[in-house]
């Protein structure tokens, strides 16, 4: 259950920096680009909402829920996944055209998935 969850994980941060792409190598107009860089912000921004209710849910409502996410785990999954869901669209609606924000969306994605694609 949890590689399967594991392999989601790294094709969801994959396709998040994969739309990024087209901002930070200049490919096709600008507007369209930056506009797919949103896109991953955004699509990174909805996993981080949705695994942390999942979280929540394992965690108060499943009857081992303790066991399956203990105390610390928790409390570092929700600050680590708080930052895109605060952050998130803010930078979208203020720098959804700055190239140095397509560049950090692809970069913390890019290095997410190598780092859960690793033995």
Known sequence: EFWAYTQCVIVQHL???????????NLGPQSIASS???????????????????????????PD?????PDA?????IVHHSMTTILGLPLVLSYGDNKSVHWLCFNLQAAAAIALSGP
């Not at 396709?15 to 190598?25: D, E, H, N, Y």
């Open 15 to 25: 396709v998040g920096g994969i739309l990024c792409l087209p901002a930070i190598l």
């Open 73 to 77: 785990m928790l409390a570092i999954l």
């Open 65 to 69: 829920g303790k066991e399956k996410v």
């Open 36 to 62: 797919l860089a949103c896109l991953g912000i955004l699509n990174e921004m909805g996993y981080e909402i949705s695994d942390t209710i999942g979280l929540l849910y394992t965690r108060f409502l499943s």
